[in-house]
């Protein structure tokens, strides 16, 4: 049986040493309890969709912002381009780095 390889992290975040919670994007102190000891963590960036805004139009593509509940427990928004279907509630996705060094946004695709 042929071995099944997964990408490499893609979603950097922090979690908490001192309540293990996580927190998306760099932050000075933890939101639960306020340490400042928090650690450098890399996910592969599964997930659900949890909010949906309205899509829009830009340069002629249609992009819909969403917020995403990644598995490991905290939430980033992201903008959803090039899903198939409908883009719904609950749908499995997986998050992107974005290619531009300069934009902070994720982008969705779907996923496991």
């Given at each position: 049986m042929p071995a099944t390889t997964v990408d490499p992290p893609t979603?950097?975040?922090q979690r908490c040493r001192w309540c293990r919670t996580p927190h998306?994007?760099?932050r000075l102190l933890c939101?639960?309890?306020?340490?400042?000891?928090?650690?450098d963590e890399l996910s592969p960036g599964f997930g659900?969709?949890?909010?949906?805004?309205?899509?829009?139009?830009?340069?002629?593509?249609?992009?819909q912002r969403?917020?995403?509940a990644v598995d490991e427990g905290f939430v980033v928004a992201a903008t959803a381009t090039g899903l198939p279907g409908a883009i719904q509630l609950g749908l499995r996705v997986r998050l992107e780095a974005p290619a531009d060094e300069l934009r902070r946004?994720?982008?969705?695709?779907?996923?496991?």
């Open positions: 979603v950097p975040y998306a994007g760099p939101t639960t309890c306020g340490s400042t000891d928090l650690d659900r969709i949890v909010r949906l805004t309205e899509a829009s139009r830009r340069h002629g593509r249609p992009k969403c917020l995403v946004d994720f982008v969705v695709r779907a996923g496991a």
